[in-house]
């Protein structure tokens, strides 16, 4: 009899679990139908959670690694003015970098661990950031073409359906506006400077071209998570979509800029209204990602020594901080916030 | 008994809606936490203008000093390089 009760006992209160849990997905489903954000406190699916760590992480990742390319040629700049201009935005990009990380730890997971995924090779980065930045040029092709596309990204993702990531892409894409545009300001005046100028734009837009379109990911029907992602409102827009769309806007800019894109079946398709563009080299793309491109190592090793010769600055303002806790009449551990969520 | 003025000032935020981020609205002085986010409710959120509330003690906020408002966010001033309209880019170029 009693056996009998407590077997009951068990199969009610696994009814009930289940009966939250399918209430918590349908509260869940019905926010995202209804174009609602998803906050940190609220009940998500755990394979969403996931998911967003990854996207996160790795957006995260592509910021701080892509300080590098570009922070090669502040000690170059030929002018204290695109100087200064390079300092800001490689300063951007670090800052980029810690709105995505914060962002990322409200769904529980630490920057620690994060940075040693990063550092161990188990999270990945952007692949356009496995790319040298060899002429001075290229600090304009990659404001133009690089910060281009991942502004045709990262705009729909404002309306993400998780609000940490949604407000911190709104703080980035207002920032990322002056990046593309001091790009393009370069090339313009690359572009009508001397012959040898010019030729050093158009051989930056000719090596920044194709890793920008790879930019938008794999094709649609080769791309794992992208259904998916789509039907939870993290993204918007297939990886397509948003590369034709890309195409679309960068075709007259080249125009104006008095350079060509390397992709000679470029043309206006009349009847779909948008550019048909050449087949994209794919095994490149894969060769990268394997980390077989021409600067993975390189960019991995710079981060891990960063990171390590960074750590005495680390060590420094923990130890000022106990100092600092331990006198009398401050403080001790950080109060949390209280929160009440309806 | 402590008298209302012994008790801690708090500092109110709160999410009007859904999307967007958790603004201050306030402060007021409880007891404790429990106490602090229940009367945050009823003052600040008597037309329902929140879904949802944060309660931080004031003592636990570092302000920036008024006083070094100038010197202290001088750095960005001479910076107008930051924004997208130093830029001069042709007329006619659209999506930049
Ligand atoms: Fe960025
Ligand atoms: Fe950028």
Not at chain 1, 80 to 105: P, T
Not at chain 1, 149 to 159: E, G, K, M, S, W
Not at chain 1, 322 to 335: E, F, N, Q, V
Request: contains cysteine; proline residues 6%.
């Amino acid at each position: 009899m009693a056996a009998v009760t407590a077997d009951q006992t068990t199969q009610g209160t696994a009814g009930t679990a289940e009966e939250a849990e399918a209430a918590h997905l349908a509260t869940f489903d019905a926010a995202v139908a209804a174009d609602d954000r998803i906050e940190p406190r609220d009940w998500m699916p755990e394979a969403y959670r996931a998911s967003l760590v990854r996207q996160m992480a790795q957006h995260a990742h592509s910021e701080i690694i892509g300080m590098q390319p570009e922070a090669n040629w502040i000690s170059r700049a030929p002018s204290l003015r695109r100087k200064a201009i390079l300092m800001a935005k490689v300063q951007d990009e670090a800052g980029h970098g810690l709105y995505l990380y914060s962002a990322a730890e409200t769904l529980g997971t630490s920057r620690e661990e994060l940075l040693d995924k990063l550092h161990a090779g188990r999270q990945r980065y952007s692949s356009i950031f496995n790319y040298p930045t060899l002429t001075w040029a290229d600090v304009g092709a990659i404001g133009w073409l690089v910060d281009g596309a991942a502004i045709t990204n990262q705009v729909p993702l404002c309306r993400c359906s998780y609000g940490p990531y949604a407000r911190a892409m709104v703080r980035i894409c207002k920032e990322e506006s002056f990046h593309q545009r001091q790009g393009y300001e370069l090339l313009l005046a690359l572009s009508h400077g001397t012959p040898a100028q010019h030729e050093m734009a158009q051989d930056a837009v000719n090596r920044w071209w194709w890793p920008s379109l790879m930019m938008f990911g794999p094709p649609d029907d080769a791309s794992a998570h992208s259904a998916q992602s789509m039907a939870w409102k993290i993204k918007r827009h297939s990886n397509d979509e948003l590369r034709r769309r890309f195409v679309d806007i960068c075709v007259p800019q080249a125009q104006v800029l008095g350079l060509s894109l390397p992709d000679p079946d470029i043309r206006w398709n009349e009847k779909l209204g948008q550019h048909d563009y050449g087949a994209i080299d794919w095994t490149e793309f894969q060769e990268v990602l394997k980390g077989n491109g021409p600067c993975n190592e390189q960019r991995l090793t710079q981060r891990r020594k960063a990171h390590e010769e960074g750590a005495w600055v680390r060590d420094a303002a923990a130890a000022y901080a106990d100092k600092h806790s331990a006198r009398p009449g401050t403080a001790g551990a950080a109060a949390q916030p209280v929160e009440a969520t309806a | 008994m402590s008298s209302s003025t012994d008790w801690p000032l708090w500092e109110v935020f709160v999410r009007s809606r859904r999307g967007l981020s958790h603004t201050h609205a306030g402060s007021l002085h409880a007891p404790d936490a429990e106490m602090a986010l229940r009367n945050a409710r009823d003052l600040y959120t008597r037309r329902s203008e929140g879904v949802s509330l944060w309660v931080v003690p004031s003592t636990e906020i570092t302000a920036s000093s008024p006083d070094e408002k100038d010197s202290f966010f001088e750095p960005a001033g001479d910076k107008p390089y930051r924004h997208p309209t130093f830029y001069e880019i042709p007329e006619g170029v659209k999506h930049l």
